[in-house]
C-alpha cells in the first residue's frame, strides 16, 4: 500500500461508492427490521391479551379465576378451574395412550423392522399429522366414539370401584375419547422425534451390547433407550404441548359441560373448548373471562414448550461432550413445527 | 468332524435361559403389535374419507354455495363453493405476506444476526409463536383488529391470522435449509468481491430454495387445515365473495359448523368437504416431498 | 502351553507353494486336546480357565455383493495371542467380527464357511449367536462404556443379563477389574459414570466388562489405536497376563505392538491370508516377499 497523500474529497481506490452500498444497507436494515417486528408483534399481543383479560382478574384475582370451580355464564360467576382440568386430563389422557405407542412404533421403525419397510412405514406415520384437526373432530364424533360406547360402558360398568373410571352411563362427548383422539394426534410428532434421537445412538454402544450377549430387545433396553431417555421426554412434552392447546377437535368429542364431568366417560369441557363455544357470542366479563382463559392456555403451552426444547437439544448433545447440535436441524422438529397446537 | 461330547456342550454354560428368550419374544411382539395400533387410525380415516366422502363429490358439491337450508331433511344443502373459495384465497393472502417476512427473518438470522443475542431473543420468541395454540392466533388479531375498532369479520383478518400461524412455521424451516448451505459457498463467493447482497440472492438462496419451497408448502398445508383462527376473524358466511374485507368462508369452518348439525345430508356434505381438504393438503404434502428430493443440501 | 510339536497350520516352510496357497487345515478337531478345566498357572488366579481355540474353515465375508474375506483357514491356538496384521482395508476386521458373528449384524451382510469354537461350528444353525458372543467377547478400537451407566453397572452389564438382579454380584466385578488391572483405580468410586474415566481406563473398563462373563475368547479390534502410549503399554501388559485365561486374537496396524505382544502373527493382504506364523519369524524372516515388503514398510 503506497502512502501518497489522498486529496481529500476523493474516496480511497477501494472504497465503494455509498450508492453501490445501498442495496447491502437497505437489505441488512430491512431484515433486521423484520427480525424486530416479530419480537413487538409478540410483545404486543401479549400485553393486549392481558389487558383484555384483566377485568375479569381485578373481579375475581388471578388466583379465583383459576381455581374457580364453577364456569357459569349466566350467573357470571367464571371459575376456570373446570377448563384446566378437563385440559389437563385429555392431555393426560393422550400421553398415557400415545407416547408408548408412539416410543415402541419408533423402536420399530429403527431397531427391529427391515430395511426396505422402514421408509413406507416412516411415512405413514408422518401422514397422520397431515391431517386437519377439524377431520379427527369430524371422525371421532362420527365413526370413533359411537364405536366405543360399547367398550367403554363394559369399563365403566366392570371398574365401577375405582372413583372416576366407574359408575355411570356413558355419554358420546366425553374425555375419554377426547383423549383417545389427542393421542393419536400427537403419535406423529412423538414417534418422530424419537425416531430421530435413536438414529443417533452410536453404533459403538449398541455393538458393545451385543457383544455382550445380550439379545436384541436387552440390546435396546440397555444402550438404545437410556441413551434416548430426554430426548423421549423432550418429544413426549411437545406432544403435551400440542395436546394442551388443541381446539377444534377436543371442542367437537369433550362436549359443554361447565362442570367437572363426573366420571372419565362423560361430559367435560376445555379452555380452548370454551373459547371456541362460547366466544362468538360473549360480552363484557364473559368475554374477559374468555381471554383470560386464552392466557392461561398461553402460559401453560408456553412452559411446556419451553422445557420440551430444552430437553430435545440436551439429548441431542448426547451425554458424551461433542459439537453442540442445533436441535433445529433436525427433521423431527421441524415436523413438530409443522403440526404443532392446531 | 466327529468330537465325542455333542458340541453343544461347550457352550452349555453360554446359554440363553429360556426366561430371557420369552421376555425377548414378548417384547418384540409387543413392539410390533403396537406399531401396527399406530398405523390403524391412519386406515380407518383414510377408509370412512373415502368411503363417506366421495360420494358426495359431483360438479354441484363444487359449484354452488352452501344455502344454509340444514334443518330440513330433503332441502337442497348446497355445495361448498364458497367454502373451498375462501379456503384458497385466505391461504394465498396469507402466504403472500408469511413467505417474504418469514423467509426475511430467516435470512436475517443466517447472515446477519448468527448468535448475537438479539439473535438468541428473536430464536426464543419465535420458537413461543410456534407453541402458541391456533385459538390463540385468532384472539390476538381479534383483539388487535376487532376490538374497539367497531369493525367486525373479514377476509382478511383470518388470513393474518394465518399469517401468524404460518410465520413460525416457515422461518424454522428455513433457517435450518440456509444453515446447511456450505458457508465456503459463501466465502469464495465474498472473496471474488461480490457484494453481500448479491451473494445472498444468487447464491445463497437459489442453494437453499428446493428445501425453503419444502417449508413453504408445509406452512401452506397446515395453514389450510385450521379451523381456530378463522372462527373469530373471518367470519363465516354461505356466498362465495372475493372481497377479503367481507366476512369470508373457509372449508375447515365449513365442515366444523357441518359437524354439530343433526341432518344426515349435512354430515354427508361433511365428509365431502373434509375428503377435499385432505385431498388438498396431502398433494400440498407430496409436492412438498417432491420439492425436498430434487434439493443438493437438506 | 501349546506343544510346538502339535501345531498345526504352519506355512512358512516351503517356499515352492505359491503364496496364495495355503495347506488345508486337515484334522484340525481330531488334534485338538480337549480344554481341561485345571489351571495352567494357578497361583493368584480366582478362576483359572483355559481358553478354547478358534479355527476358521474356509471364511468368506460379503458386504450385499462384495466379496471382503476370501476364503480364509486360520487357527488360533488356545491361550495364546495371535495377532492380525495387515493394510487398511485388507479385512482383518471384517474377518475378526466374523468370529463372534457381529458382522452379520450389518444390513447386507453374510458370511460363509466355518468358525469352529473348539469343535463346534459356531455358525451352525443350532447354534444360538447370543450365546456365541457371550463366548467369545470384544473389545472394540474406541473404548465405548455404557455412558448411562456407573463403573460398577457397566461391568455388571453382562452378568445382569443372564441372572438378572439375583445374587452377588460384587465379587465377579471386583475380580473382573482386579483382572483388569484397573481396580486400585477405581475401587472407591464405583458409582461414578463410566464415561468420567480416561480413554485408557476407558478401555480396561471394557476389557472387564467383557471378562466379567467370563468368556473363552476375547477379540481386540485395534484397541489401543485410540489410546496414548502409556495407556497403550498398560493395555499391553495386561494382554500378557490374560493369556493364561483366554485365547486372544488382536488385530492391528501397529507392527510393534504385535511384535511385543503376539506369540503368533498373521498377515492378511486383499482380503486373504498371506501368512501366518511365530512372531518372531514372521518378522524377521518372513517366506513370503510381500510379507516382507509389508514389515519392512514398502507400503501400507
Redesign the interface.
Known sequence: MSSTPIPSGERLPLE?SPL??L??R???Y???A??????V??V??FF??VG?ASPIFEKEGVLGFTFGEDWNVGAEQFGALPLIIGTLITSALALLMGV???V??A???TE?CP?RLRGP?TI??D??A??????????G???LAPHLVPAEQWVADTLSFIPFIGGGLVTIPNYFVTGLILA?MI?PIV?AISREVMTTV?S??K????????????M?K??VL??C?SGIVGGAMLGL?RA?????AVT?LIGDAPRLGAHLFQQGYSL?AA??NE??EAQGLHRSAL?AA?LV??VL??L???IA?LLVIRSSQ???TGPPV?S??SAA??LA?????? | MSPQAPPSDHLARFAVSPARRRKDRFARIAIQIATLIALVPLLLIVYYLLSKGLSSWSTDFFTTDPTGNTFFKNSNIGGIKSALLGTIEMVAAASLIAVPVGIGVAVWLVEYGRTSWFAQTVRFFVDVLTGVPSIVFGLFIYIALIVGTGSSYAGYKGALALTLLMLPVVIRSAEVVLMLVPSGLRESALALGAPRWKVIFSIVIPTALPGMVTGVLLAIARAAGETAPLLFTAGATLKTNFNLSEYMNSLPVQIYSDVTSPTASVEQRAWGSALALVVMILLLNLVARLVSRRSRIA | MTDPQTSRLVRDVDPESTPEQVPPVGDAAAATEAPTGASPNGAGRREPKTGFSVTLEGLRAFYGDAEQVKGIDLEFRANEVTAIIGPSGCGKSTMVRCINRMHEEIPGARAEGRVMLDDLNVYDPSVDVVSVRRAIGMVFQKPNPFPTMSIYDNVAAGLRLSQGRRGNLRPRVEAALRSAGLWSEVSDRLDEPGMGLSGGQQQRLCIARSLAVDPEVILMDEPCSALDPIATLKIEELIGELKERVTIVIVTHNMQQAARVADRTAFMLDGQLVEVGPTNEVFTTPSDPRTEEYVTGKFG
Do not use: M
Open positions: 465503494r453501490a452500498r442495496p447491502d437497505a437489505l441488512r430491512g431484515l433486521t423484520l427480525a424486530a417486528l416479530i419480537l408483534l409478540i404486543y399481543f393486549r391479551l383484555e408408548p405407542v408412539a415402541a412404533g423402536v420399530y421403525a427391529l430395511l412405514l405413514l406415520v401422514l397422520l397431515a391431517v386437519p384437526s377439524v377431520v379427527y373432530g369430524l371422525w364424533i362420527f365413526y393419536i403419535l414417534a452410536p459403538d454402544h455393538e458393545a451390547a451385543l457383544a455382550l450377549g445380550a439379545t436384541r430387545w436387552e435396546i440397555i444402550a437410556p441413551y431417555r404441548g394442551i392447546g388443541e381446539t377444534i367437537i380452548a373459547i371456541a366466544f362468538g381471554f386464552a392456555l398461553f403451552t408456553l411446556v414448550n419451553a426444547r448426547g451425554t458424551q442445533n433445529s436441524t422438529t421441524r413445527d409443522t403440526a404443532a397446537g392446531a
